[in-house]
T-cell receptor, first 115, second 113 residues
Framework: DVKVTQSSRYLVKRTGEKVFLECVQD?????MFWYRQDPGLGLRLIYF???????EKGDIPEGYSVSREKKERFSLILESASTNQTSMYLC??????????????FGAGTRLSVL | AQSVTQPDIHITVSEGASLELRCNYS??????LFWYVQSPGQGLQLLLK??????LVQGIKGFEAEFKRSQSSFNLRKPSVHWSDAAEYFC???????????FGAGTQVVVTP
């Protein structure tokens, strides 16, 4: 079974702190994604990466950055956390190639509260 | 703009009753469409997907969905719900087989005894 593991289920941080959300997948997938999930808005893509050291902005990248130094690990960074970044963050991974053949797998999520 | 819309934020259904969740899409061409389920405390799990061919798609957990081009819809159905079907359901689309998924806002399903 594919496993996408997010290191923290719950996180509480203070405004202005630098926050790291970690995601690890064990299936050697090239593609990895970070989403935020908010009630009434569904999932919105923050950043994605299709290879080590490669990244592309998603729909809402402002206030976030990412790091992909190793294939299995994709980190989301909040340089200076703000209260409007309080949300559920979901990581996903997928093999390269067509969606028809490759399922996107999700982690259980990290619920971040910024006070 | 290309998008996926789920008109119902919240649905309550009795155990054993049928369930239908609506999803409408707005894409220029036939999109690639998906239904995911998120149980409490869990990540998203793929229920089914549509790319081409037969417009009635069977998925896991007894779910099916029907693609209707004329109505720009991809509604999810289950003939008889179980208490374990209480969850949030997301419809998602992509414009090509290599593309990024766009998600609807989700529909929360509550199952009553």
């Amino acid at each position: 079974d594919v496993k996408v593991t997010q290191s923290s289920r719950y996180l509480v941080k203070r405004t202005g702190e630098k926050v790291f959300l970690e995601c690890v997948q064990d299936m050697d997938h090239e593609n990895m994604f970070w989403y935020r999930q908010d009630p009434g808005l569904g999932l919105r893509l923050i950043y994605f990466s299709y290879d080590v050291k490669m990244k592309e902005k998603g729909d809402i990248p402002e206030g976030y950055s990412v790091s992909r130094e190793k294939k299995e690990r994709f980190s989301l960074i909040l340089e200076s956390a703000s209260t409007n970044q309080t949300s559920m963050y979901l990581c996903a991974s997928r093999p390269p190639g067509q969606l028809a053949k490759n399922i996107q797998y999700f982690g259980a999520g990290t619920r971040l509260s910024v006070l | 703009a290309q998008s996926v819309t789920q008109p119902d934020i919240h649905i309550t259904v009795s155990e054993g009753a049928s369930l239908e969740l609506r999803c409408n899409y707005s894409y220029g061409a036939t999109p690639y469409l998906f239904w995911y389920v998120q149980s409490p405390g869990q990540g998203l799990q793929l229920l089914l997907k549509y790319f081409s061919g037969d417009t009635l798609v069977q998925g896991i957990k007894g779910f099916e969905a029907e693609f209707k081009r004329s109505q720009s819809s991809f509604n999810l159905r289950k003939p008889s719900v179980h208490w374990s079907d209480a969850a949030e359901y997301f419809c998602a689309g992509a414009t090509d087989s290599w593309g990024k998924l766009q998600f609807g806002a989700g529909t929360q399903v509550v199952v009553t005894p």
